[in-house]
């Protein structure tokens, strides 16, 4: 021991300049100044103790604790009976400062030593404290925590082995059933489907509809993406369902029985205040790493919420309400099943919501575990800093909580998903309290429901011949573009699908005037080998191919886009030639307006795309036309609806000029200029990137590489028949020059994979909006963002500031900027289509579609504003 | 039912019916150890305050010793937190006794268990509650029905019996509403008619009517004892209010501090309190509407129709006047000291001619209340029975008078609690 303490002070004297905690301690502890304040501070503490001792039992006594207060104040007295001995026993005494001291012979150099009272050395050591001060104490005072942890958990694998496997086994069958063999072998569209039928059922149909979308998106990052989304939703779907077999029918024995509760509580709050790193170990000792870990780390952390939310749903249950179905003589079982239960679900659903919204923010750990799904891809991207997997894998993160989370909301809250997780968090350990929000929102429900049984019958104005016709006009105009879908968009090459290969030529039909027959046989006289291509014994005509508005080397995205655009429009006429204003609020007057040129913006989008200059034969078809004439007549007729439409704002606008509308309009242009200064194509294909001089140069380094390979294999050759000869000197020599080609080899192949994979590297061809191969949209996004900062003057009341001006102004301006947003979303959405993998859309098309996106929102607020006027049966339904 | 013959409207045909509902010695401990020292010291007459003090226990009940007979409305009366409630869920067992028996129809509910007790509370007990109780997720007919569905009767009879019951409080036109959106008075009534649906022996009415309004609470009163005249259920009725229990009891039982203070019919309790602590209750009620004229009117003693007028004046020395009846023994005239006076000094001694037909007529069966304004004529009343004989006399001071001795009585109480 004074042999650690002599070496811990060795080092303390040499690093004397340390923190300065370390040298304030120093000080204090100095050798001479040292065993006096330690004098002190033992002498204090012991007195405390002693005071303490006896203040206990006196306060014990004053409290009125008759029947224990002998007892400790005897206790009291005996550990003063110590504390006197303790001081007064013969001492040991600590010499202070440097002295020299000699021990069996030898003189020793000793700080601080301890003496007996004739002056004996008994211990060289540096003084108690500064001894106890040193690091290395603790290592004599090791407590072997982890070792009896392992022991432990050695053992519990030996012996409990079985246990554990059936503890494990729900889990992993579960997991097994739900997330493998079904939610990932399951087609996609199911699973959007099942998703957006759960949705709808459980919130209603927007929701629904959302949701699939989100997740459609999701599918949309690639079929990769689409795997872990479907294994991140099992996950969570497993993880939620054991927490409600498991959550709610222990918070309803909670909730039911007093002494669950007293034993529930403190192991709940145990799982809520261990950090969940910490338990993730034992999970990962006895069920390795993985799924079922993960899952019972995710429980872990997810499951007290619930648990607790549905105890408190159970006992807010009024009890005169328990008794009545009691006194009634239901059993306990119908109690439970017809009362508690179901006027605990608030709080139950509010547990289960905040269940859901923890097991989310478990997906990180999760996936440390090795739990795969999306959580996976991010660890890979920030492990591999791959941007593309980070920013693809987090936007799919992201929409798959948002769904969850959407899908088990309770109606009472609005907050979106980042502050609800947030408060779940914050609130994970008091529950109680989210279920206030939850029921004072059920109550206001109720108490409408209460005021208002149904609300009055309301009639809408009905429409004005003029109007009606108009409707028509746009209903017209959108049913001959759908129909201008099946006609050719593309002859020839697609224009878009272009981009994916060299030479279109292929995507043309070969017709042969004499018979196909096996290329080997026509040219047996030749020297070609056997190749199994069919010839054509006479001639090989091509025949024009073309393509329709949806096929993917047609009008692709931009038809499809376009063909919803008009199914709307056509439902919004259909429905205000049939009840007029019972419509959801955007498809009337505006809305018909913003799909009319949304669609007409697509079509123009999809004539003004430029086709790759590669693609030689591309024509367009006859289709697109059709398309734009159709989408004017639309947008002529929608505008005619829309200044003969009687439509009121709610509220009435505000009377100022809307400047902050027309400002976000400059914005968007800026965002567009920057749009076409930024690419709108990124061209990461061998042809492009490697040109002709480089091309020269890999060949030649190719060569260079064969010539070496050559020569090693000679020279090996050669070495072989001198060894065979016995010549063993040349062939040594021989093999040394093999030797040496074939690092030659090794060298120029590896320049050569260098050279070319730095050249794709660097090598990306890039497009901007204005040029030709970045098709150019970027410009006419641009043009047309100029042409909204006009059309949104009258829209913000420059020209007076007239409710119905400003109305259709807005529409206008909004129309402007969907066909602004659409356009690239068009663009996108076909490369990713038909274009290969290492031809993508840029970050240019993506801002150009924000910009839309802003202009069409600057307009938004002031479009749901307005309604159909209606009328109340004593005025004439002419008064306007 | 056996003893719809004995049931009659009237309130001695009730008293003639047997014991249907017993408590014997029943005691009720709150805490941890209901049967240890609390319970010992509640049964050597320790009163409540100091029995908490003692042991921290709350005693709900001590001694009560009770029986409400078949077909009658049996009222238990006392402050809050005097046992009521305790009491009455005694009887259909929400709550398990500390000590002693709860008989009803002659078993000891307190030993029934599991289905056995499900079935009696299926088939004798309807409960109505203080706050409603309401099930707020179901309709109103399925929260009537709900007894019937545990009763595992099919939906469509259900659902008649729960529209017999809907239409006998008059909701049957809310039964598709939700109990949210009725008004208190229409969920209590909701609460009765969930009661009435299982057509049980008995109900058990905890504070039915407190949380009204008092106009829709009398409403309630009136319609729940027409119901009653139609139905003849036994109903045990809690209520603090005195005035209510004077008003719908047979026998009202007031309570204190979880003991049973007295028992006795509505007149009983209004004019010989037991204690002070009665007499304070009943200081505040309005007498008049619980004190029936049979109990104050006069031997009737009418005037022979052939006496002169001046011995007739002799009869009407000490009460405001007296009858002349026809042959039938119904009355037709009255006589007033002050008319027979008066016709006297013009110097006649003609009965007939001083005699007025413009008095009041009541039924022995009425409440002094309803007579104030008759009495403030200061002529006397004639108490007819249904065929119109004259039975008797009620002189107007007669009804004044009343009023005054149950207040002397109070205050005879107050000097014995206060001095
Ligand atoms: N479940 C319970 N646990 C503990 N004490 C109780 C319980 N129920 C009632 N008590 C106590 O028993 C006593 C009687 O209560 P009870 O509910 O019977 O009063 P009550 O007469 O119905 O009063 P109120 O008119 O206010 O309803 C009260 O002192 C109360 O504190
Ligand atoms: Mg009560």
Known sequence: ?880 | MSDDAANGQSKGAAADGDEIIRLNDVYKIFGPQPRGRAFELARSGVPKNDVQRLSGHVVGLTDVNFSVKRGEIFVVMGLSGSGKSTAIRMVNKLYDVTHGEVLVDGTDVQKLEGTDLQAFRRQKMGMVFQHFALFPHRSVIDNVGYGLKVQRVDRSDRNDASMRALSLVGLAAFADHRPAQLSGGMQQRVGLARALASDPDILLMDEAFSALDPLIRRQMQDEMMEIQDEVHKTILFITHDLNEALRIGDRVCIMKDGAVVQIGTPEEILTEPATGYVAEFVQDVDQGRVIKVHEVMTEPRPIPADMSLSDALTLCQDIAGRFCCDTDGRPISLLTAADGLRARSMGSNDLAKALRSDFDRCSPDATLNELYASAGRGLSIAVVDDSGKLIGNLDPRLIMEEMGRVEGLIEGFEREVFM
Request: glycine content about 10%; overall charge negative.
């Open chain 1, 1 to 880: 021991m004074s042999a650690i303490a002599l070496l811990g002070q060795a080092n303390g004297a040499e690093e004397d300049t340390g923190h300065f905690i370390d040298q304030f301690v120093d000080a204090v502890t100095a050798p001479e100044a040292g065993d006096r304040v330690v004098d002190w501070a033992t002498t204090g503490i012991e007195w405390a103790v002693v005071i303490a001792l006896f203040a206990i039992p006196v306060l014990m006594v004053i409290g009125g604790m008759r029947t224990r207060r002998w007892g400790i104040a005897g206790g009291g007295l005996l550990a003063l009976l110590a504390v006197l001995w303790y001081r007064t026993r013969p001492k040991e005494l600590i010499a202070s400062g440097q002295r020299k001291f000699s021990q069996e012979g030898e003189p020793i150099d000793c700080v601080n030593a301890i003496v007996d009272e004739s002056g004996e050395l008994l211990e060289c050591s540096s003084g108690l404290v500064s001894q106890v001060r040193q690091n290395t104490v603790l290592d004599q005072w090791t407590i072997p925590v982890g070792d009896w942890g392992e022991q432990t958990v050695r053992w519990v694998e030996n012996n409990l082995d079985e246990t554990l496997q059936v503890i494990e086994w729900p889990f992993a069958r579960l997991l097994d059933l739900i997330v493998d063999q079904w939610l990932v072998q399951m087609s996609w569209i199911t699973v959007c489907l099942l998703v957006f039928a759960i949705g709808w059922l459980v919130r209603g149909f927007v929701v629904g509809a959302m949701s699939a979308t989100a997740l459609v998106a999701c599918g949309l990052l690639g079929a990769e993406y689409w795997v872990e989304t479907a294994r991140t939703l099992g996950f969570i779907a497993v993880a939620v369902l054991l927490c409600v077999i498991v959550g709610i029918p222990i918070g309803v024995l909670c909730g039911r029985v007093d002494g669950a509760w007293t034993v529930v509580r403190p192991v709940l709050d145990a799982m809520q205040v261990v950090h969940s790193f910490v338990y993730m170990l034992p999970f990962i000792y006895f069920f390795g790493i993985g799924f079922v870990s993960a899952t019972m780390v995710t429980m872990t952390f997810a499951l007290p919420p619930l648990i607790r939310l549905t105890n408190l749903g159970i006992r807010q249950v009024p009890e005169d309400v328990v008794e009545a179905a009691r006194a009634y003589g239901a059993p306990e079982r119908r109690v439970l099943f017809d009362v508690q239960l179901p006027l605990a679900r608030p709080a139950i659903m509010t547990g289960l919501n905040q269940t859901l919204l923890l097991s989310i923010s478990m997906l990180g750990i999760a996936a440390i575990m090795g739990a795969g799904g999306l959580g996976r891809l991010l660890y890979q991207g920030i492990q591999n800093q791959d941007i593309a997997l980070g920013v693809s894998g987090g936007l799919a993160f992201f929409l798959v909580a948002v769904v969850l989370d959407r899908i088990s909301q309770t109606d009472a809250d609005r907050s979106n998903l980042i502050s609800r997780i947030v408060t779940a968090w914050s609130n994970r350990r008091t529950p109680e309290r989210l279920l206030e929000a939850a029921q004072s929102a059920a109550n206001e429900k109720a108490s409408k429901l209460a005021e208002e049984p149904d609300p009055p019958a309301e009639e809408f104005a009905s429409a004005s011949r003029r109007e009606r016709i108009s409707v028509v006009v746009a209903g017209l105009g959108a049913l001959v573009m759908l129909l201008a879908l099946l006609l050719p968009w593309s002859v020839d090459a697609g224009r878009v699908s272009a981009w994916a290969r060299f030479d279109d030529a292929d995507l043309r039909t070969e017709q042969c005037t004499g018979e196909w027959v096996d290329a080997a046989q026509l040219d047996s006289q030749g020297a070609g080998g056997g190749s199994s291509e069919l010839a054509c014994t006479g001639e090989t005509r091509y025949l024009s191919n073309s393509f329709n508005g949806v096929s993917p080397s047609g009008g692709s995205w931009y038809g499809i886009f376009m063909a919803g655009l008009a199914v709307s429009l056509l439902w919004s006429a259909a429905m205000m030639l049939i009840r007029p204003g019972q419509t959801p609020p955007w498809f009337g007057p505006h809305g018909a307006m913003l799909f009319a040129s949304g669609s007409l913006g697509l079509s123009l989008a999809f004539l003004l795309t430029n086709p790759p200059s590669i693609a030689a034969v591309h024509t367009t078809g006859i289709g697109v036309w059709i398309a734009i004439a159709a989408g004017l007549v639309a947008v002529t007729g929608a505008v005619a609806w829309l200044w003969c439409a009687p439509m009121t704002a709610r509220r009435p606008l505000s009377a100022r000029i809307g400047w902050g509308r027309l400002a976000g309009c400059t914005f968007a242009v800026l965002l567009l200029v920057i749009g076409i200064y930024s690419g709108w194509s990124y061209d990461t294909r061998e042809g492009s990137v490697i040109g002709p001089e480089l091309q020269t140069e890999l060949d030649a380094l190719e060569v260079e590489a064969r010539a070496w390979a050559r020569e090693s294999q000679e020279l090996a050759a050669q070495a072989e028949a001198e060894e065979a000869a016995g010549n063993l000197a040349r062939a040594e020599e021989l093999r040394n020059a093999e030797i040496e080609a074939k690092s030659n080899e090794s060298a120029a192949s590896n320049e050569f994979t260098t050279k070319r994979s730095e050249a794709q590297r660097k090598g990306d061809v890039i497009f901007n909006g204005y040029q030709s191969d970045g098709s150019r949209l970027g410009i006419w996004t641009l043009l047309a963002g100029l042409a909204t900062l006009g059309l949104v003057l009258p829209a913000i009341g420059m020209f007076g500031i007239d409710e119905g001006r400003r109305y259709r102004w807005s529409t206008v301006v909004g129309g402007v900027g969907l066909a602004i947003a659409l356009a690239p979303a068009g663009w996108i959405a076909s490369i990713s289509r038909v274009a290969e993998v290492n031809f993508v859309s840029g970050v240019g098309a993506v801002v150009a579609m924000a910009a839309g996106a802003t202009i069409f929102a600057s307009s938004r607020a002031t479009l749901a504003e307005f309604e159909r006027n209606k009328v109340y049966g004593d005025i004439p339904a002419n008064a306007d």
